[in-house]
Nanobody
Framework: QVQLVESGGGLVQAGSSLRVSCAVSGRTFSSYVMGWFRRAPGKERDVVATINRSGSGTFYADSVKGRFTISRDNAKNTVYLQMNNLKPEDTAVYYC???????????????WGQGTQVTVSS
């Protein structure tokens, strides 16, 4: 059974930086593609960024491109999301997910974490 545990969320001011992490256990981490998704208040959950198995390929939603960076450390079984120049509209619960097919589609991700809250004040 695969378990994903996010950490690193919190309350920050606009313009600040924050890094959230997701530790994965239970199976070979490097066999999974990974993604970060978020659910803002009153909105549907949506993709933020995804990364392929080796880390050589990444995808970003237009709203975070140039500000957020997804990375992974296969030796530590961890995926990261570095968030810079945060905006109030980035306020959301951030979820990491693991899957077998590199995609921005949530339905293709099989395992999900419980989420971590990120709140950006203006």
């Amino acid at each position: 059974q695969v378990q994903l545990v996010e950490s690193g969320g919190g309350l920050v001011q606009a313009g600040s930086s924050l890094r959230v992490s997701c530790a994965v256990s239970g199976r070979t981490f490097s066999s999974y593609v990974m993604g970060w998704f978020r659910r803002a208040p009153g909105k549907e959950r949506d993709v933020v960024a995804t990364i392929n198995r080796s880390g050589s390929g990444t995808f970003y939603a237009d709203s975070v491109k140039g500000r957020f960076t997804i990375s992974r450390d296969n030796a530590k079984n961890t995926v990261y999301l570095q968030m810079n120049n945060l905006k109030p509209e980035d306020t959301a619960v951030y979820y990491c997910a693991a899957g077998g097919t590199w995609s921005s589609r949530q339905a293709l991700y099989d395992y999900w974490g419980q989420g971590t809250q990120v709140t950006v004040s203006s």
